[in-house]
């Protein structure tokens, strides 16, 4: 067996090697930049806290005022699927999460609101993650997503398979996306980024599951681009995701990446997790047949920061 086939084995079903290989695609990842560039597709900073590195990446990409004006509503959307506490990695980092909260309030957001449609139940979710705290205390509002009363049917035009969703209310009334998934192993779709974050906002993923989930999530990316991916992978649960089953399931990498193209970003924080990109088919759905963005990185102008 070739060694690459094998340490890409390790990944998938968790054996010790599995760190290794997560090390030497996150070196390649932040080489050298060949020349100085002025605007930046993709921007990856490591070895700080999830604030700090969050305040590089968004000067790197204009800064706040590029993505929000004021009086603006703004939607921030992490993963909050799963009922446990923040160390365990399997729910976005929540001092991101409300950092992001506060610089979009000092940028003149009117109102910042964050859901997630929780696989566990999502008050217990909400609480156990420090989401909800970190959020109230930057001043954001926790919005509730446990009733299809807060969804909408709505068309997803240009869809293949996915033609309808039942969409939250607080996606479609929102003038700023932001997504800002935690990257992790996902059981059935090898990796969970910014795209398949999306699932969150949805009432009825169960038909993504039962009708071709890597086709649903490009049809959805395709709805509606976010203005920003903001991936954080401070700790990524490296086996055993979404969920986790236990702190040896997570590996600390302190890295955090924002791209204004969906695909790029999660083709990035595939690399960083040791597969390439196009072997993830929902990145390669979203590049290829939806256009959505670019998964070749040396395509990628990169703005590469260490703290």
């Known amino acids: 067996m070739r060694r690459r ?12 090697a599995v760190a290794a290989f997560v090390l030497k695609d996150f070196n390649i990842l932040f080489a050298q930049n ?14 700080g806290e999830p604030a700090a590195m969050f305040d590089e990446a968004i000067m790197a990409l204009g800064g706040m005022a590029a993505f929000i004006k004021k009086g603006q509503k703004v939607l921030v959307k992490p993963n909050i699927g799963w009922a446990v506490p923040p160390e365990r990695a399997a729910n976005t980092n929540p001092n991101l999460v409300g950092h992001i909260v506060k610089r979009c309030i000092e940028a003149g957001a009117e109102k910042v609101y964050v859901f997630d449609n929780s696989v566990d139940y999502s008050g217990l979710c909400y609480t156990r993650s420090g989401i909800e705290e970190a959020v109230k205390s930057s001043g954001g509002t926790m919005v509730p997503s446990d009733s299809t009363g807060y969804y909408q049917k709505t068309p997803i035009p240009g ?33 969970t980024i910014g795209m398949k974050n999306n699932m969150g906002i949805v009432w009825d993923r169960r038909f993504w599951h039962m009708q071709g989930i890597n086709e649903c999530i490009a049809d959805f990316a395709a709805y509606r681009k976010p203005d920003l991916t903001v991936v954080d992978a401070y700790a990524v649960v490296t086996k055993n995701g979404p969920r986790g089953v236990s702190m040896a399931d997570v590996k600390i990498l302190k890295t955090l990446l924002a791209s204004t193209d969906p695909v790029a970003v999660d ?23 939806k256009k959505l963005g670019k998964y070749d990185l040396t395509q990628l102008r990169i703005k590469r920061i260490s703290l």
């Open 159 to 191: 869809g293949k398979v996915l033609k309808e969703a039942m969409v939250h209310e607080t996606f479609l009334e929102a003038e700023v996306f932001i997504n800002v998934p935690v990257l992790k192993h996902h059981s059935t779709t090898e990796l």
């Open 267 to 289: 083709a990035a924080a595939a690399k960083i997790m040791g597969y390439e990109p196009e072997k993830i088919d929902y990145i390669k759905i979203a590049g290829d047949e």
């Open 5 to 16: 086939e094998f340490l890409k084995r390790t990944i998938k079903y968790g054996v010790a």
């Open 34 to 47: 060949k020349k100085d560039e002025d605007r930046f597709d993709l921007v990856a900073v490591k070895n």
